[in-house]
């Protein structure tokens, strides 16, 4: 474990994982973060969990950095004992293709294959939500098999509808508001990536792991309702250990 | 009924300390820009030191007193007056129902104006925070920079305030043209050589048109060169943070500052810099100072005891 404490200013530190985007990586982060939350530190104001780092934000006037850097590196050396989390999927019901996904037959043809069997490559796997950022519950999202070999479209467009679900290689991201996005979108999903009225406001917390249902334009229409309603409940399920 | 807006001015919003615990869901703190400024005022005013309060840019909006209350207005001066004549800045002064008080633009010293309402202002809390992030729409008067027509309410206005004649401070000079920032090194100082670093610090920059609450967008006669292409895997931002983008020219993250991000960061400007930065103005020179942590975090508490002891001094309005 090649760890680094780094100095983020007067009230914040970066504490580097690794050098590398990985599910290892982002786990090491993971267990300092729910160590840190579980038994927590005085001073410490906020933590935000990135791919292969923690930053960790804090008051100096109640612990000073050599203080923090002492009590992280006691909190490393101890790693092996942190309890790990369970793994919750959340199951996302995504209307492929049409206005939904304008991109869809594009990146079949990218991939020399059908449109259906290129839903199953992407609603067949499970996905892993490595952070959160850019913007209020942006989900960075990534599965581990069956990649594409497709980066980002040529023009970016000005502005993508929020909901949509955008794709790149074993990339795929939730889009929770209207923003100007290069990535091609295949399909969108009814529910709200960002409420601020619910108490949790956030469909996604960083890692957690997500499958993708597909649904017709009516189911769409139908859990879209029961979301305004209020009487929509999001599927769960236990990920498999492996 | 509070106050009624009825000129908003360039852009003023509602501001409290900041919107924090939701960085780890993408969302960005705002808050205040000079965090110095907005502290002062809130004392001033009795008020708890993080309570909400307007934060004007470059000019001051023109408001109508529907009930009375008592008012501290620092940072840049604004030339502000009620019902056409001279208030001081920096000073506790009571407004009654049907007063007006107006602003003009930031002459010379300073940008970014603060004014606070005893009692607080009544905007519902987004996620824990008044604060205004307009980039998302969220928090302040509906997520957005004030209007015409606009109506705040007071929490607790008040009629008086507990050492009256003491509320009083002399009014901040904020440097112009020129500041000296003290920045920390780090976190990716390293993907900088030596040689680098020291031009950094040695050379300065000039601040740029495009600069924002978001961030400050410098320019350098001869970008910043990076050991590497200068992106990294993306990490967490703080405040002040100086973020040297491909193009080698840096960027110090303000309060709307997004919560994570994929450039190299030579260096943090430390906390109690960061006020003069929020009050200057594009075309003005910025030279950077490198300090140990110690001493960073020795500026930060000192400020922090000042505080204190003037809350203590004065009191709160109960």
């Not at chain 1, 206005?99 to 020399?112: I, K, M, Q, S």
């Not at chain 2, 615990?21 to 808050?31: D, M, N």
């Not at chain 2, 604004?78 to 007063?99: F, I, K, W």
């Amino acid at each position: 474990m090649d760890v680094k404490i780094l100095i983020s200013g007067d009230s914040a530190v970066s504490v580097q994982m690794g050098s590398e985007i990985s599910l290892e990586v982002n786990q090491l982060v993971r267990m300092l973060f729910l160590d840190l939350k579980r038994s927590p530190v005085e001073g410490i104001t906020e933590m935000v969990p990135t791919y292969a780092s923690l930053m960790i934000h804090y008051r100096p006037e109640k612990i000073t950095y050599s203080h923090l850097k002492e009590e992280i590196e006691k909190r490393l050396a101890g790693m092996e004992q942190i309890e790990e989390e369970r793994h919750i999927v959340k199951e996302i019901p995504i209307c492929y293709g049409g206005e939904f996904g304008p991109d869809l037959e594009d990146c079949a043809a990218y991939e020399h294959v059908s449109t259906q069997e290129f839903i199953r490559m992407h609603a067949g796997h499970e996905y892993y939500t490595y952070m959160l950022g850019f913007a209020p519950g942006h989900a960075y999202m990534a599965r581990f098999e069956e990649p594409f070999h497709f980066k980002r479209r040529e023009a970016p467009r000005v502005r993508i509808p929020g909901q949509s679900i955008v794709v790149q290689l074993n990339l795929s991201n939730l889009i929770p508001f209207d923003q100007p996005c290069g990535w091609n979108i295949v399909g969108a999903t009814p529910l709200a990536i960002c409420d601020y009225t619910k108490e949790d406001p956030f469909l996604v917390h960083a890692g957690e792991w997500v499958r993708y249902v597909p649904v017709s334009q009516r189911e769409y229409g139908k859990i879209k309702e029961d979301v305004r309603k209020g009487t929509y409940r999001l599927k769960t399920y236990e990920k498999a250990v492996e | 009924m509070g106050i009624k807006v009825e000129n908003p001015g360039i852009l003023t919003t509602v501001q409290d300390e900041g919107r924090f615990g939701y960085q780890q869901f993408g969302v960005s703190p705002a808050g205040p820009m000079d965090t110095q400024s907005f502290y002062l005022a809130n004392i001033l005013a009795g008020n708890k030191r993080s309570e909400g309060v307007l934060e004007m840019t470059f000019s001051g909006p023109t408001l109508k007193f529907e009930e009375e209350n008592i008012i501290a207005i620092t940072g840049a001066d604004m030339s502000p007056c009620l019902n056409g004549e001279p208030v001081p800045m920096y000073q506790a002064a009571a407004v009654r129902a049907g007063d007006t008080l107006s602003f003009g633009m930031a002459g010379g010293s300073g940008s970014r104006g603060y004014l606070a309402f005893a009692g607080g202002l009544d905007v519902p809390l987004v996620m824990g925070s008044k604060s205004t992030l307009m980039r998302n729409g969220l928090g302040g008067v509906h997520g957005r920079k004030l209007q015409k027509g606009d109506v705040i309410g007071f929490v607790k206005p008040r009629t008086e305030l507990p050492n009256m004649s003491a509320r009083k401070l002399e009014p901040e000079i904020f440097p112009e043209k020129e500041l000296t920032l003290r920045v920390v090194a780090g976190p990716q100082d390293t993907d900088f050589t030596e040689e680098e670093l020291r031009r950094f610090f040695w050379y300065g920059a000039q601040i740029t048109n495009e600069s924002d609450r978001m961030g400050f967008r410098l320019q350098r006669e001869e970008p910043l060169k990076h050991i590497g292409d200068g992106n990294i895997i993306t990490d967490g931002i703080a405040f002040g943070s100086v973020q040297v983008p491909s193009n080698g020219q840096p960027i110090i993250m303000m309060a709307d500052r997004q919560s994570t991000g994929g450039y190299s960061k030579i260096g943090t400007v430390i906390s109690v810099d960061l006020p003069k930065l929020a009050q200057s103005v594009p075309g003005y020179r910025v030279r950077f100072v490198r300090i140990g942590i110690e001493l960073a975090q020795d500026l930060y508490i000192r400020r922090l005891q000042k505080l204190d002891n003037l809350e203590r001094h004065l009191g709160q309005g109960g």
